[in-house]
């Protein structure tokens, strides 16, 4: 059984740049959730989509969005990048509410 | 609000040691998750072990063990008799329901485990 497969593993981006990462989520999970990762603030939840549909939220900017296709496949966007927005990038899909997640190996994201 | 407090933020043992780390929780939700992972310098996150608000047995896994007790709010891990692969970053998270249905995690800060030889 395939893992949580995230693409691209490494990426650079200049400032103003946007940048779309992507999420295969495992087989058969519905639900898809992202993170981020940085030294300074920890592991903060950004958004979890279910069905197509996001469902919540956490306390980032507008520039952060995503997006959960019917195949559950999630993407996640960050439009105008800021060097603040340097960090690890995180997916985990769920099977069930709440119960279970499989992280996938993240996407590392350097602003210059 | 949910939190999830790991006071320990780094710790050194030498192989063959037992260490415990430590987290305490904060939920109003009777019905919870509790897990525990680790993250290598690769970067992803390990499952370890999830635990459910109604289930306060402890766990044992090989090495690895787990001592949940609601009373105190606390989900400690003990890795008995360490070693040098056990080095890691080990999180402890909190699943919460959202009003807008769904979960998230909250995660502790984080304890950097360092075994060395």
């Known amino acids: 059984k395939a893992g949580v497969t995230q693409t691209p593993r490494y990426l650079i981006k200049t400032r103003g740049q946007q940048v779309t990462l992507s999420c295969s989520p495992i087989?058969?999970?519905?639900?898809v959730s992202w993170y981020q990762q940085t030294p300074g603030q920890g592991l903060q939840f950004l958004f979890e989509?279910?069905?197509?549909?996001?469902?919540n939220k956490g306390n980032f900017p507008g520039r952060f969005s995503g997006r959960q296709f019917s195949n559950s496949r999630s993407e996640m966007n960050v439009s105008t990048l800021e060097l603040g927005d340097s960090a690890l990038y995180l997916c985990a899909s769920s099977l069930e509410d709440g119960g279970g997640y499989t992280f996938g190996s993240g996407t590392r994201l350097t602003v210059v | 609000a949910q939190k999830v407090t790991q006071a320990q933020t780094e710790i050194s043992v030498v192989e063959k040691e037992d260490v415990t780390l430590d987290c305490v929780y904060e939920?109003?939700?009777?019905?919870?998750?509790l897990f525990w992972y680790k993250q290598p310098p690769s970067g992803e996150l390990v499952f370890l072990i999830r635990r459910n608000s109604f289930d306060e047995q402890n766990e044992i896994s090989g090495r690895y063990s787990w001592n949940f007790q609601k009373s105190t709010s606390s989900f400690n891990f003990t890795i008995t008799a360490s070693q040098v692969v056990d080095s890691a970053v080990y999180f402890c998270?909190?699943?919460?329901?959202?009003?807008?249905?769904?979960?998230?995690?909250?995660f502790g800060t984080g304890t950097q485990l360092k075994v060395e030889l």
């Open positions: 939920t109003r939700d009777t019905t919870y998750y």
């Open positions: 998270a909190l699943s919460g329901r959202l009003t807008g249905g769904g979960n998230k995690l909250t």
């Open positions: 087989s058969g999970h519905r639900s």
């Open positions: 989509y279910f069905s197509e549909t996001q469902r």
